[in-house]
């Protein structure tokens, strides 16, 4: 029987359950926290370090308020490695544990039928549900009446002034509404500063949200930071000192292609190294993470979707390829690793092209006023009718993931609404678009860029800096880091290592004395590059031919490899697919063998015909005197009507230049 004397035995008997270890004892606030949810039934925001054992206080707490006849706890998870993680721990205290999310639509109707028959006790949902229409309007009403405990984690996500700040948290507003009264909320984060916090008790129940905030220094992290500019001195750095770290780890990058070259690069060095990011199927990803958790390979290389949440207490390295846009960003990712062990080493490897690419998901955190009004005026035109994604790309001249994006914050800041696959405008809807705050979100952005720009070369110990930006209310030197105690990892670089060629994948072994010989490999064969003739009214002549050369606008053509060079100005079309593209040739394949042009539209999102106009954007800066030519004489030189002029439909044919190849010099 749970009393109030009681309470605190039966809790730490569930906990010591939880962890396997019957010498666990509760940390600072936890058990507090646990009594706020279970007897009081209220609203608690904790703000913990990672490793501090948030979820331990969700998962206890779910197990006394089902004992007590409560119903079930529903918890609002961002990323499937999270989930799979959250079930496994579940299944050690008992609890029936299950998921809903974009794996398992197969199942969906099964987990009602089992929560209607009150045989689940924890159900994880991933945040894109509470913005599906089916989920909303038949699923939530049902949750809502029979929950007995709701926990957002990761809690941070609810914030746009946060560092990773998802549109679909903002439907845990209609949730919180939905509830019963009487139901306890619990949301936890280890990533919020005292904005972030401010917001999300806003939020979360305003004054009544009690908030557990502790110390965020982690004893067991030592920081270093290395600046090397290029690629190849980050790969060499990364061959050499991998093999010298015990244990495995994660290697972050910042882009999905540099996962998968790196990751490519350390097996051809004999490193065991498999990518990870959320282009991979959920199969792959989660045989990724088990073979991480076995031990089984040394690095994953990984985007941020192996991030919050993957627990893995040995995990005794992270290295970053490229630095993250905050500080904040940085603190989460490191926080995978030293949950469980004594030491790990934590090496940020600060590259030129991380601003860059940072300033690209700063430039598209929030959509534009001139599209939304495009959006929005084709949406009114459309009336009832609606009209689909694929047709308001043409209206905007954006690629899918960026209109998707757009059109989710305008569903559900209350502007338009989805009907099936069909967008339409809310009909007395008072929306207006908040230039003043997104202003103010991106100044918030840059700073903690040139926060994360200063990190490692002012002089400041690095841990301090972490609980510093994230508001800590006790920073101090840590004595460990490379500011602290002295760099460990800045050993000279081996020249030959390198070297450009030294880093293409080894050559075969040379054959053995009375081997069979091995078929003849024919060297690959140079092909004169066809280039379009310049043309009035955007058309072209496709039997155009003209022998490698280099190019005003500043490419470069030689044999079958096209080449972007440093100096090619970052053009594009109303910002459209010529950009994107243009983009994917300098950040992506374009560094280490190139990429095709099915390649390019499939990192850029864009059709096959979309793509022509890429390479009519392409035609036509080369044919432009001078290096920077103006947007403006771009599109004179580029637009045309609907149907693309021969030449582009050719171009995308297996004959022409698909079978070319664009690179970064």
């Known amino acids: 029987m749970l009393t109030t004397d009681t309470?605190?035995?039966?809790?730490?008997?569930?906990?010591?359950?939880?962890?396997?270890?019957?010498?666990?004892?509760?940390?600072?606030?936890?058990?507090e926290a646990i009594a706020d949810v279970v007897v009081d039934r209220a609203r608690v925001l904790c703000v913990q370090r990672t490793g501090w054992g948030k979820s331990a206080v969700y998962f206890v707490a779910?197990?006394?308020l089902r004992e007590t006849g409560a119903g079930p706890t529903l918890i609002v998870s961002p990323l499937l490695a999270l989930m799979r993680n959250q079930i496994a721990a579940a299944e050690r205290l008992g609890l029936r544990a299950h998921t809903i999310n974009s794996t398992n639509r197969d199942e969906w109707d099964l987990v009602r039928d089992r929560l209607d028959a009150g045989t689940v006790d924890l159900l994880l949902i991933s945040p894109e549900r509470l913005n599906n229409p089916r989920?909303?309007?038949?699923?939530?009403?049902?949750?809502?009446?029979?929950?007995?405990?709701?926990?957002i984690d990761e809690a941070h996500c609810i914030s746009d002034w946060g560092h990773d700040f998802r549109p679909d948290y903002r439907r845990v507003k209609d949730m919180l509404d939905a509830l019963a009264p009487g139901v306890a909320v619990l949301g936890t984060t280890a990533t919020a500063n005292d904005r972030v916090v401010a917001d999300v008790v806003a939020q979360l129940g305003g004054g009544a949200l009690r908030t557990y905030r502790g110390p965020l220094a982690r004893a067991s992290l030592r920081l270093e930071v290395l600046e090397l500019a290029r690629p190849a001195e980050r790969l060499a750095w990364l061959a050499s000192n991998l093999p010298l770290l015990r244990g495995s780890g994660i290697v972050y990058t910042l882009t999905k292609r540099d996962a998968e070259q790196v990751a490519a690069f350390l097996s051809a060095r004999g490193i065991s190294a498999v990518p990870y990011s959320g282009e991979h199927e959920a199969d792959e990803r989660i045989a990724t993470e088990d073979r991480l958790l076995r031990n089984e390979i040394k690095a994953v290389v990984a985007t941020s979707a192996l991030g919050m949440g993957y627990d893995k207490s040995d995990l005794t390295f992270v290295v970053h390829y490229q630095a993250p846009g905050s500080v904040i960003a940085y603190y989460q990712q490191i926080g995978r690793a030293g949950r469980g062990v004594e030491h790990a080493d934590i090496v940020l490897l600060r590259g030129a092209e991380d601003r860059s690419i940072q300033d690209f998901f700063i430039g598209q955190a929030f959509p534009d006023p001139e599209r939304v009004s495009a959006v929005l005026a084709s949406l009114a035109d459309a009336g009832e009718d609606g009209r689909t994604t694929r047709e308001l790309m043409a209206v905007v001249n954006l690629g899918m993931g960026r209109i998707e994006a757009m059109l989710k914050i305008l569903d559900v800041e209350g502007a338009v609404t989805r009907d099936a696959s069909r967008w339409k405008t809310l009909p007395g809807s008072s929306w207006s678009y908040d230039a003043e705050r997104y202003a103010q979100v991106t100044a918030l952005r840059r700073s903690e860029q040139r926060a994360m720009a200063a990190f490692g070369s002012d002089g400041r110990c690095l841990m301090r800096v972490l609980q510093e930006e994230l508001d800590d209310p006790s920073p101090e030197d840590?004595?460990?880091c490379s500011v602290c105690a002295g760099p460990h990892f800045d050993a000279p670089l081996d020249p030959a290592l390198v070297d450009l060629r030294a880093l293409r994948p080894p050559r075969r072994p040379a054959r053995a004395a009375g081997a069979p010989p091995r078929s003849p490999v024919r060297p690959?064969?140079?092909?004169?590059?066809?280039?379009?003739?310049?043309?009035?009214?955007?058309?072209?002549?496709?039997?155009?031919?003209?022998?490698?050369?280099?190019?005003?606008?500043?490419?470069q053509t030689a044999g079958r490899h096209w080449r972007v060079t440093r100096r090619s100005p970052d053009v594009g079309v109303d910002d459209g697919d010529g950009r994107r593209t243009a983009t994917a040739c300098r950040s992506g394949a374009g560094r280490a063998g190139g990429a095709r042009y099915a390649e390019l539209r499939s990192a850029t999102r864009v059709t096959k015909e979309e793509s022509c106009l890429a390479s009519q954007l392409l035609s036509a800066c080369r044919r432009l005197s001078g290096s920077r030519p103006s947007a403006d004489r771009l599109r004179r030189r580029v637009l045309w009507a609907?149907?693309?002029?021969?030449w582009c439909r050719s171009s995308c044919s297996s004959r022409g230049p698909a079978a070319r190849r664009w690179r970064l010099r």
Not at 542 to 548: D, I, S, Y
Not at 642 to 646: A, D, G, H, L, V
Request: with cysteine.
């Open 478 to 480: 840590c004595g460990r």
């Open 642 to 646: 609907r149907t693309p002029p021969q």
């Open 62 to 64: 779910t197990a006394l």
């Open 7 to 31: 309470f605190p035995a039966i809790a730490l008997d569930r906990l010591r359950t939880l962890t396997g270890d019957q010498a666990a004892q509760f940390r600072d606030g936890q058990l």
């Open 135 to 151: 989920f909303r309007e038949e699923m939530l009403p049902l949750f809502a009446a029979s929950v007995g405990l709701l926990v």
């Open 524 to 555: 690959p064969r140079r092909a004169r590059v066809r280039s379009p003739a310049p043309a009035r009214n955007g058309q072209c002549d496709p039997a155009g031919r003209q022998r490698p050369r280099r190019l005003p606008g500043g490419g």
